[in-house]
C-alpha cells in the first residue's frame, strides 16, 4: 500500500507512537529469528492479532525465521488458526526477537520463555500494568490489539504489502474484540483501519461464518443457561457451569464464557458474567461484560483484569461468589 494514500485519521493515530515504531521497525530488521507470543486462553483478538503479525513479517521478510507459540484454542484451531508452532527449549538459546501483543501482565503470556529473548516488545491495548519489555506501544484507546498492530504497520516507514490472509486474521482480530463493532470502544479509527483491511480482498462472509458458526449441541448449553441463570439485586446477571455440568453440556472449561453476551441487551441488566469451573486449576473462571460501569476495578480485586467493559478474574471458591456479586452489584446502587 503507498504511503500517500494512508488516510489522515490513522497518520495522526500513529503519531504519538513515531518514535517506537521506528525503534520497532529496526528491531524486526535487525533479528533473523522472530517469535511472536500472546496471553493464554487465546481469543479471537490474541491469535488474530499473532498470526496477522506472523503473516505480515513472512510476506515483507521472507529470509527470517518467523513463528507462532501458545495454547492452541480448542475451537479455532484448525478452523480459523492454524496450530502454533512447537518449538524445542534449544530453539531459544540462540538470539530471538520476542513479539508480545494483547496482553498486560507477564503472567499471562502463554509461553513463559519469551524472556529469554534478546530483546522484548509489547503491543497491547489493556491498561497498562507491568513492565517487561524494551519497546513498548500500549494504547487502551483501540478496541483490539488488531487495530493497533495495524495502525503500527501501515505507519512503518518504507513500502510494505498487506497481503489478504494477513488482513484476514487482523479482521477477526478486530471484529471479536468490538464484539462486531458494538462496544463503545469501536471507533471511526477502527472503520478506516478496517476500510483498509477490506481493500485487499478479504471475503466477511466466509470469515463471519467460520467465527460464528454453531452446532446444534450448542444450543442445548445456551437451552441451560437460560434455564440457570441468576440475576442480583441491582442487575448483575451471572451464570454457573460447574465441572459435572460441563461434562453433560459436553463443553470444556474454555468454552463456558461463549454464552456470556446472552444478557447483554436485557433492560434493566448492567453487568453480566459467567462463572466456569476450572478443575485443572482448581478455581472458578469468571468473565465479566458491562453496558457502561467499568468493571476492571472489580475484577482487580479477585486476580483478574482487563477493559473496563470486559474483564477476567478468577475465584479460589464458590464460597467467594456472593461477596464478588455483591461488589458488582454496588457499581450499581
Ligand atoms: P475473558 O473474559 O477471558 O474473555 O477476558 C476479557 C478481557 O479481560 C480480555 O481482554 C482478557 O485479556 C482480559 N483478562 C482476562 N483475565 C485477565 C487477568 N487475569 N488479568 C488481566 N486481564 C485479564
Known sequence: MKKTTLPEIIVKAGQPFASEYDKILKKIKEFKRIVIFRHIMPDFDALGTQMGLATWLKDNFPDKEIHVVGDNH?????????????LKDEWFNDDFLAIIVDVSNASRVADPRFQKAKCIIKLDHHPDIENFQEIKVVETSFCAASELVVNMLLNFKGKYTLSKEAASYFYIGIVGDSGRFLYSATSAHTFVICE?????????????????????????????????????????????????????????????????????????????????EDPKDQCWRVSIRSKEKPINGVATMFEGGGHAQASGAKLNSLDDLPRFINELDKLFL
Open 74 to 86: 480448542v475451537v479455532f484451531t484448525p478452523r480459523l488458526f492454524p496450530e502454533m508452532d512447537s
Open 196 to 276: 483498509q483491511l477490506l481493500k485487499t480482498g478479504i471475503n466477511i462472509n466466509a470469515i463471519y461464518q467460520k467465527m460464528y458458526v454453531k452446532k446444534i449441541e450448542d444450543l442445548y448449553v445456551t437451552a441451560y443457561i437460560l434455564n440457570h441463570f441468576n440475576v442480583s439485586e441491582h442487575g448483575v446477571a451471572y451464570y454457573v457451569l460447574d465441572e459435572k455440568t460441563q461434562k453433560e453440556l459436553n463443553i470444556t472449561t474454555e468454552r463456558g464464557k461463549e454464552n456470556v453476551n446472552l444478557f447483554s441487551n436485557i433492560e434493566g441488566i448492567g453487568a453480566w458474567c459467567s462463572i466456569t
